[in-house]
């Protein structure tokens, strides 16, 4: 049984079609990618994909028209939206009562307090000149300079800021993220009241 020839598509020669490589170059002798395994395979997927996708077509357009009827006669039911987000309550406290506990006892302020969602009632310390934050200090400290550092998170937070001034008695809500001895707490603000 004699094997078909073709020309060498690097040096021209004539090689078997069955040949890996071209004596005379070396060339390899690949398959044409359409008489691949790996191409055919991807073929009867794409057919088995666009079948299967015209079918759920078919399903979904039936289906929006039962949904049209039933718009039409009245006959849907209207369910209320129900929200996943979490209520959250803040615990009320004060800048004061938040110091004391630091002073008396980092660790125990630490697993009292960080994480957790506060209504602090404090003296307005620093505005930051940038706008990323602002410090609440006690009001019964005048000479206090640490207390809790609170990161204005939106554009009304920050036009809020904006009408405050130092010392002005402000309420904040919001998550406190960190709890340490040298810098006091720091709390990412939820609302400016």
């Not at 938040?98 to 660790?107: C, P």
């Not at 930051?128 to 998170?153: H, M, R, T």
Request: charged share 25%; glycine share 8%.
């Amino acid at each position: 049984m004699k094997s078909k020839l073709m020309e060498c598509k690097s040096c021209g020669k004539e090689i078997a079609t069955n040949a890996k490589s071209c004596p005379s170059c070396g060339a390899k002798n690949k398959k044409p990618f359409y008489k691949r395994v790996w191409f055919i395979v991807l073929c009867v997927f794409i057919v088995v994909g666009a079948i299967g996708s015209m079918g759920d077509s078919e399903d979904s357009t039936s289906g929006q028209a039962s949904t049209e009827q039933a718009q039409q006669q009245g006959t849907q039911e209207q369910t209320p939206e129900v929200s996943d987000e979490p209520v959250i309550t803040y615990e009320e406290v004060s800048v004061d009562d938040l110091m004391e506990t630091l002073d008396g006892n980092a660790l125990k302020a630490e697993n009292t307090y960080n994480e957790k969602h506060l209504k602090i009632t404090g003296r307005l310390g620093t505005i930051d000149s940038d706008g990323k934050y602002i410090s609440l200090l006690p009001v019964n400290d005048e000479w206090a300079f640490l207390g809790v550092q609170c990161y204005i998170e939106n554009e009304e937070q920050l036009n809020q800021v904006m009408e405050m001034s130092t010392d002005d008695i402000v309420v904040l809500s919001g998550q406190i993220s960190e709890v340490g001895e040298i810098m006091g707490y720091s709390l990412d603000i939820h609302t400016i009241e």
